[in-house]
């Protein structure tokens, strides 16, 4: 089927929040209150850190205040990988904390192994399904690496086994696969929204006072207590966690190191048996492709294919639209992309399309803080992979708020923060070279030009 004809019918509109289970919404904030812990925002990372507070202590007092509905950003529009990387990656973790590695991996296991546990006791329904994550290799040059990294990872005591083309065809058929690498425990799929609105009612059940459509248009300090305005109220706490990713920052240093990246998915109808047998798929791993301008796909639990990625695009002057959330160009990009990769599916249509922004910085995983003497904490720059380190932000920004020293806060990775970006219209130049330059070495067998080399020497090296 023409790749235009399949998208015709594709609703413009995140499937995951397209559900009969989306929850009614909570009530704003109205009139003054106090707390001793005020939360901002209503995504991942938010909500994790709401629940954890409560769990750390009961009789915590904690106010989460979210501009819009819980879960309606990045939360509710990825493709619900939870993977147990704390670092986008063991190869990106490897290059900047080498000497810590040992211990991210690990710190990483075991928050997806509390994630696990989280949803099991809180009886959150999100098709939540330990099946690991395939990485495929479609060119050549592309399985080079693959060897030396999957040694590595064993090191680690990571689950990861090497497939070659056979094996990993068998395990998914597509005619593209030249080889692959299957980390059969350190990923699950979950369904993102549903965990967003599990993560809400776990919260409620805890005492958590949620208000959704309550931005909060003002922080002020008063050396005290930390007062947050929003459009009919305001809340006075003694500490603030800050979870809002890469909307208009309270804290104005968060600007200098976030940029708005905007990635797009596909969802198509259920594939009916006998389309499935076709594909196999027997383990419902995750997929990614090891291209620089990467693909990830994944089954939903009524066996349809989330399909998305190849385009980060970052809009000229770092903008942020609701009209970016959908981009024509890159749908029919991906469909043209889907029919390739499995072309045994030709006649399958789409029923979703959608965008959303991510918050990236320079280092590509999340970066921490704290300011107005200790009384507020961030957690940022998660770049795609938020779906389970926000849970490791969360506790992050916990213990620094409790001004304890942790095994987390002793981290370097939480102790520094990535370079900032240049300023405008150098920053939007810098990136388009840059997003030109890694397709430039996608189409040369992964050789990098100059100036990735350059970036590399910077420790800003870009490959996944």
């Given at each position: 089927?023409?790749?235009?004809?399949?998208l015709?019918?594709?609703?413009r509109?995140?499937?995951?929040?397209?559900?009969?289970d989306?929850?009614?919404?909570?009530?704003?904030?109205?009139?003054d209150?106090?707390?001793?812990?005020?939360?901002?925002?209503?995504g991942?990372?938010g909500?994790?850190t709401a629940?954890?507070?409560?769990?750390?202590?009961?009789?915590?007092?904690?106010?989460?205040?979210?501009?819009r509905?819980?879960?309606?950003?990045?939360?509710?529009?990825?493709?619900?990988?939870?993977?147990?990387?704390?670092?986008?990656?063991?190869?990106?973790?490897?290059?900047?904390?080498?000497?810590?590695?040992?211990?991210?991996?690990?710190?990483?296991?075991?928050?997806?192994?509390?994630?696990?546990?989280?949803?099991?006791?809180?009886?959150?329904?999100c098709?939540?399904?330990?099946?690991?994550?395939l990485?495929?290799?479609?060119?050549?040059?592309?399985?080079d690496?693959?060897?030396?990294?999957?040694?590595?990872?064993?090191?680690?005591?990571?689950d990861?086994?090497?497939?070659?083309?056979?094996?990993?065809?068998?395990?998914?058929?597509?005619?593209?696969y030249?080889?692959?690498?299957?980390d059969?425990?350190?990923?699950?799929?979950?369904?993102?929204?549903r965990?967003a609105?599990?993560l809400?009612?776990?919260?409620?059940?805890?005492?958590?006072?949620?208000?959704?459509?309550?931005p909060?248009?003002?922080?002020?300090?008063?050396?005290?207590?930390?007062?947050?305005?929003?459009?009919?109220?305001?809340?006075?706490?003694g500490?603030?966690?800050?979870?809002?990713?890469?909307?208009?920052p309270?804290?104005?240093r968060?600007?200098?190191?976030l940029?708005?990246?905007?990635?797009?998915?596909?969802?198509?109808?259920?594939l009916?048996?006998?389309?499935?047998?076709?594909?196999?798929?027997?383990?419902?791993?995750?997929?990614?492709?090891?291209a620089n301008?990467?693909?990830?796909?994944?089954?939903?639990?009524?066996?349809r294919?989330?399909?998305?990625?190849?385009?980060?695009?970052?809009?000229?002057?770092?903008r942020?639209?609701?009209?970016?959330?959908?981009?024509?160009?890159?749908?029919?990009?991906?469909?043209a992309?889907?029919?390739?990769?499995?072309?045994?599916?030709?006649?399958?249509?789409?029923?979703?399309?959608?965008?959303?922004?991510?918050?990236?910085?320079?280092?590509?995983?999340?970066?921490?803080?704290?300011?107005?003497?200790?009384?507020?904490?961030?957690?940022?720059?998660?770049?795609g992979?938020?779906?389970?380190?926000?849970?490791?932000?969360?506790?992050?920004?916990?213990?620094?708020?409790?001004?304890?020293?942790?095994?987390r806060?002793?981290l370097?990775?939480v102790?520094?923060?990535?370079?900032?970006?240049?300023?405008?219209?150098?920053?939007?130049?810098?990136?388009?070279?840059?997003?030109?330059?890694?397709?430039q070495?996608?189409a040369?067998?992964?050789?990098?030009n100059?100036?990735?080399?350059?970036?590399?020497?910077?420790?800003?090296g870009?490959?996944?």
């Amino acid at each position: 089927m023409d790749p235009l004809k399949a998208l015709a019918d594709a609703e413009r509109k995140p499937y995951w929040l397209d559900s009969p289970d989306k929850p009614e919404p909570l009530r704003r904030l109205f009139g003054d209150t106090t707390a001793d812990l005020a939360v901002v925002g209503g995504g991942f990372s938010g909500l994790w850190t709401a629940l954890m507070a409560k769990e750390r202590d009961p009789s915590l007092d904690v106010v989460l205040l979210e501009g819009r509905r819980i879960g309606w950003a990045a939360s509710g529009r990825n493709g619900g990988f939870c993977v147990a990387s704390l670092t986008h990656g063991l190869g990106n973790g490897l290059v900047r904390w080498p000497q810590e590695i040992s211990t991210l991996v690990r710190l990483g296991r075991e928050n997806l192994d509390e994630i696990e546990r989280t949803v099991a006791r809180y009886d959150i329904r999100c098709s939540f399904e330990r099946t690991g994550e395939l990485h495929v290799a479609t060119e050549q040059w592309q399985l080079d690496a693959m060897a030396e990294d999957t040694g590595i990872a064993r090191e680690l005591g990571m689950d990861v086994r090497l497939l070659d083309a056979g094996e990993t065809r068998a395990e998914v058929s597509s005619p593209t696969y030249v080889g692959g690498q299957w980390d059969r425990d350190g990923c699950a799929m979950v369904d993102p929204a549903r965990l967003a609105w599990g993560l809400r009612e776990a919260c409620l059940s805890l005492g958590v006072r949620i208000h959704e459509h309550s931005p909060v248009r003002s922080l002020r300090d008063d050396g005290t207590a930390i007062d947050l305005t929003t459009p009919h109220g305001k809340v006075r706490a003694g500490r603030v966690a800050l979870g809002t990713g890469v909307f208009p920052p309270l804290l104005g240093r968060l600007k200098n190191f976030l940029v708005p990246v905007y990635d797009y998915a596909l969802m198509t109808e259920p594939l009916s048996p006998a389309q499935l047998r076709s594909v196999g798929w027997h383990n419902r791993q995750g997929i990614g492709d090891l291209a620089n301008r990467f693909h990830y796909y994944r089954l939903t639990e009524d066996n349809r294919i989330l399909w998305g990625g190849y385009d980060a695009v970052y809009y000229n002057g770092g903008r942020v639209r609701q009209q970016y959330d959908q981009r024509d160009a890159t749908f029919a990009t991906l469909a043209a992309h889907f029919s390739t990769t499995f072309p045994q599916l030709a006649d399958l249509r789409f029923t979703h399309r959608w965008g959303g922004v991510i918050d990236t910085c320079s280092r590509f995983s999340a970066f921490f803080g704290t300011a107005h003497r200790g009384r507020l904490a961030y957690a940022a720059g998660y770049t795609g992979l938020g779906v389970g380190a926000t849970r490791f932000g969360a506790n992050v920004m916990l213990d620094l708020l409790s001004g304890e020293r942790t095994e987390r806060t002793r981290l370097q990775m939480v102790r520094e923060k990535p370079i900032p970006f240049p300023p405008e219209p150098i920053r939007s130049g810098v990136i388009q070279l840059t997003r030109w330059s890694i397709a430039q070495a996608d189409a040369h067998q992964g050789r990098r030009n100059l100036w990735l080399r350059t970036l590399d020497r910077l420790g800003l090296g870009f490959d996944s």
